[in-house]
């Protein structure tokens, strides 16, 4: 065999004679050149197979040799770069240089031969190669992946570098070991052995982190074994793949609005915690919070304004939290549960009254008011408190439990916090028993209508009434609508019981209507699960046909909520029913998340401004805003606005003022029955008087008021 030939340009002597004594004695010829301008000639008479080159050259280095050979006629002879240097910035500039691979000094000289023959057996292989060999290394070399082939002893024989692999130079000759990162050369090495062993137990893949262009990357490796006994070893740059997982991972366990943890990742930890508490014997705390008329912000404000606001309150309470309570020694989780939300898990607490602690802490946390762009916005929370164990030991119990305490810090009063407890066993209790009376109670006809009034603001006259359902409980007196309705709704009783209602409403109305011209209108409420079954408006359609009542002279109060569904469905049910004539109102305006767009597509007659608003008007600036609001909606949308829960004279003076169009409520008259409430209308309402009182029966007109307006007896 033709020995191989191998230039020598080094202007170091010694090293010379020791790099000539070693290949020699591994059967290459040698030639050597001192510099540049010797090199690149004995280059073209020698024709060397590989040429070994110092960076660091008199005059002209190492580099530009290098660029010279890649430039001449012989371009792809391997050149590898001899450096002192192994600074990532020499080792890039030898690659654009065009070297093949480096070798530092000192040089081991025992392995010196056999990284060259490596490389000059490589370069044999590609140069006899068949053709469609070079088709699949070309196509190698186009995909992004980097391939290489190990031997069995660990050394790269074949290097494809890829399309994204940052361009390193190749890796042919190199050891595994200090071409890859550690973990990924003992992986290598399992798998090879399990090869070997015959037992292919070793995992085909490995993932590892590299350094590229002083970044951190990540890369997967798949190894796939050779007929030959080589492994190929496939890398994918996977740093991008990572980080979308990463994304969607973070994404389905945080709040993107406030970074905050959501209910899943909450739940997760909260058992985590709950295992640490038990074996210490512990409590712990879980605390629900949720913003007192934040959906008001929200609807008024608009929603941008609404988020800062949440992003605030999470600031605000993460900070309560990393602070550990007010004595600084618990552990505080705090989630977002969506909306305005949030739960705080405490442990660490010495007693249940601890709770307390934290939650007028929190309260005060919450209170300093909070910047908005142009608005200064003060939050209040409701928070339900539950206990660990005491109220259950499961997770999603015990926020059942702190969910439905919240609800009872909400009736006390909201800005304040209830233990979930006692009373609300009972309270649920109760709900039981409603539930087994109310099916007994309809055939022992202990439910009956009252009427309430709806005063017309410019003539005074009341025109109209809403149906309101009493249930005359034998020993438990008079139970309103509030308490059995959602039970009502829960057990599918609303239907039947919706559509006596309705059929009693109606029969009332005919018999105004035999008594004489001005028999009012009737409003009835309907449940969205009324409104939502099919046969719904043929149902209302029955009832008109079957107790001879003008359609005109009805109509039907529904909720927001309902709009928020099915709205095509909706409309189209609405259409059927104002083509009858029977008018539609939306009822408790204002509470629900309805938009203007909404509200022009829905056939309605009239809105009615919901009692919290006008619970508001005469003491604060808020709630005038909110109902003038209102009334401009209605105004534009060329709808009859209805004002609910009119208690005081300001009050009725203010909407009048502000154009509304109906008013109902106690200042005009309480809920009566039939018989009284025609005593009422005949009393008729004096829209102007001082201190107006509720006319009728139910809180009876004294002879002395009007006396003492006109000042005599
Ligand atoms: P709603 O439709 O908003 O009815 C008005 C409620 O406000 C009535 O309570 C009425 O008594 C009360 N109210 C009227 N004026 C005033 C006032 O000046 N001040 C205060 N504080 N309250 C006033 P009620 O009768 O207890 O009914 C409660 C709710 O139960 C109703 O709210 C309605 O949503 C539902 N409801 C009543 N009857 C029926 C019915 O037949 N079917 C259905 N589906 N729901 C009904
Ligand atoms: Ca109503
Ligand atoms: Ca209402």
């Not at 008007?617 to 534009?636: F, K, P, S, V, Y």
């Not at 005081?648 to 809920?671: D, F, H, V």
Request: glycine share 8%.
């Amino acid at each position: 065999m033709v020995s191989r030939r191998i230039l020598l340009i080094d202007d170091d002597p010694t090293f010379r004679l020791l790099a000539q004594a070693t290949l020699e004695r591994a059967g290459f010829e040698v030639a050597m050149a001192g510099s540049v301008q010797e090199g690149l000639s004995a280059f073209s008479s020698f024709r060397p197979d590989l040429v070994l080159l110092d960076v660091e050259l008199p005059g002209e280095d190492g580099y530009a040799a290098c660029r010279a050979i890649r430039a001449s006629g012989h371009a792809d002879v391997p050149v590898i770069l001899v450096t002192a240097h192994d600074d990532v910035q020499s080792i890039e500039t030898g690659y654009e240089a065009g070297a093949t691979d480096f070798v530092h000094k000192p040089v081991l000289w025992a392995t010196l031969p056999y990284r060259i023959n490596f490389m000059l057996r490589a370069l044999d292989d590609r140069r006899s190669l068949s053709h469609s060999e070079r088709k699949i290394r070309t196509l190698l070399e186009a995909l992004p992946d980097s391939s290489v082939l190990v031997d069995r002893q660990g050394y790269i024989t074949e290097h494809f570098t890829g399309t994204d692999s940052g361009a390193r130079g190749s890796l042919v000759g190199s050891r595994l070991e200090s071409a890859y990162p550690a973990a990924l050369a003992e992986a290598v090495r399992n798998f090879m052995a399990s090869i070997e062993a015959k037992e292919p137990t070793g995992r085909r893949t490995h993932e590892y982190a590299d350094v590229r262009d002083g970044k951190k990357r990540w890369f997967e490796a798949r190894f796939r074994p050779q007929p030959d006994g080589t492994l190929l070893i496939v890398t994918r740059d996977t740093t991008e793949r990572r980080k979308a997982k990463a994304r969607i991972e973070y994404m389905a366990f945080y709040d993107s609005l406030t970074r905050l943890p959501n209910r899943a990742l909450f739940v997760r930890e909260a058992a985590k915690s709950f295992e640490q508490v038990k074996a210490a014997d512990g409590l712990a705390a879980l605390l629900y919070l949720d913003l007192d008329r934040f959906k008001r912000i929200n609807d008024n404000l608009g929603h941008a304004i609404g988020d800062d606001l949440l992003r605030v309150v999470a600031d605000r309470l993460s900070r309560l939290a990393r602070k550990g309570g007010p004595n600084g020694s618990w552990t505080i989780k705090v989630a977002r549960f969506g909306g305005d939300e949030f739960v705080l898990l405490a442990t660490g607490l010495m007693e249940e009254a601890d709770a307390t602690r934290l939650a007028d802490e929190l309260r005060l946390c919450l209170a300093e008011p909070i910047d908005c762009g142009s608005h200064q916005l003060v939050v209040t929370p409701s928070i339900g408190i539950a206990i660990y164990p005491r109220d259950s030991a499961e997770i999603d119990d015990l926020l059942v439990k702190a969910d439905m305490a919240m609800y009872l810090a909400k009736d006390r009063g909201r800005n304040g916090h209830a233990y979930f407890g006692q009373s609300m066993a009972v309270r649920s209790l109760g709900r039981l028993a409603i539930e087994t009376d109310m099916r007994a109670a309809f055939e022992r006809a202990e439910f009956r209508l009252a009427f309430q009034p709806k005063l017309d603001l410019t003539t005074g006259v009341v025109t109209g009434v809403e149906a309101l359902l009493r249930w005359d409980h034998p020993e438990k007196g008079t139970i309103t609508p509030d308490r059995f309705i959602p039970v009502a709704e829960e057990t599918g009783l609303i239907v039947p019981l919706g559509e006596w209602v309705l059929r009693e409403a109606c029969a009332q109305l005919h018999r105004w209507t035999l008594k004489g011209p001005r028999a009012p209108t009737v409003a009835v409420n309907v449940s969205v699960q009324q409104f939502e079954r099919p046969d719904f408006v043929d149902m209302v359609l029955r009832v008109l046909k079957e107790t001879g009542t003008d359609p005109s002279r009805l109509e039907l109060e529904i909720t927001e909520s309902l709009l928020m569904r099915n709205v095509g469905e909706t409309v189209s049910r609405m259409r059927r029913l104002r083509a009858q004539g029977v008018a539609i109102a939306i009822d408790d305006f204002g509470t629900g998340y309805s938009s203007l767009g909404y509200l022009r597509q829905l056939p309605v007659s009239a809105l009615k401004i919901d009692r919290s608003f006008v619970k508001d008007l005469d003491r604060t600036d808020d709630g005038n805003a909110i109902c003038a609001a209102i009334i401009a909606l209605a105004r534009e949308l060329k709808l009859t606005v209805i004002a609910e829960g009119v208690e005081t004279a300001e009050q009725l003076a203010c909407l009048r003022r502000q154009g509304c169009n109906e008013a109902q409520g106690y200042l005009i008259s309480r809920p009566v029955p039939a018989a009284e409430l025609e005593l009422l209308m005949n009393a008729g309402f004096d829209l102007n008087g001082p201190g107006s009182g509720a006319r009728g029966p139910a809180e009876p007109v004294t002879a002395a008021a009007p006396a003492r307006r006109h000042g005599h007896s």
